[in-house]
């Protein structure tokens, strides 16, 4: 399912930003949903999911404890709050969902090598 980001921008080391996520129609439930980067001259990395098997989470190291992943199904909205923003956080953010059976950690590491089913995603830039 393609989804589309939005609420990227320029913020100076230390700031905090809120990406969001619209699904275009009630497909949250049941899906793993994730949020995925890619900086320049780097491969696409998962941050963050969610699973569909028991709703477990994964972030990755380099996140933990200052990003945090949910999801609004009244709004059919995903959310990226992320905090204390480091340079190294400058990539375009996406957004993806599927239905399949996969818990947080194995979406986050799957679903980059998906060459199709990429929306538009968010510059986020962070510098001083």
């Known amino acids: 399912v393609q989804l589309q980001a939005s609420g990227g921008g320029l913020v100076q080391p230390g700031d905090s930003l809120r990406l969001s996520c619209a699904a275009s129609r009630f497909i949250l439930d049941g899906y793993a949903i994730g949020w995925f980067r890619q900086a320049p001259g780097k491969e696409r990395e998962g941050v963050s999911c969610i699973g569909s098997t028991t709703g477990s989470t994964y972030y990755t190291d380099s996140v933990k404890g200052r990003f945090t992943i949910s999801v609004d199904n009244a709004k059919n909205t995903v959310y990226l709050e992320m905090h204390s923003l480091k340079p190294e956080d400058t990539a375009v953010y996406y957004c993806?969902?599927?239905?399949?059976?996969?818990?947080?950690?194995?979406?986050?590491?799957?679903?980059?090598?998906?060459?199709?089913?990429w929306g538009q995603g968010t510059q986020v830039t962070v510098s001083s």
């Open positions: 993806a969902a599927d239905k399949h059976r996969y818990d947080a950690n194995y979406y986050c590491h799957i679903r980059p090598s998906y060459a199709a089913g």
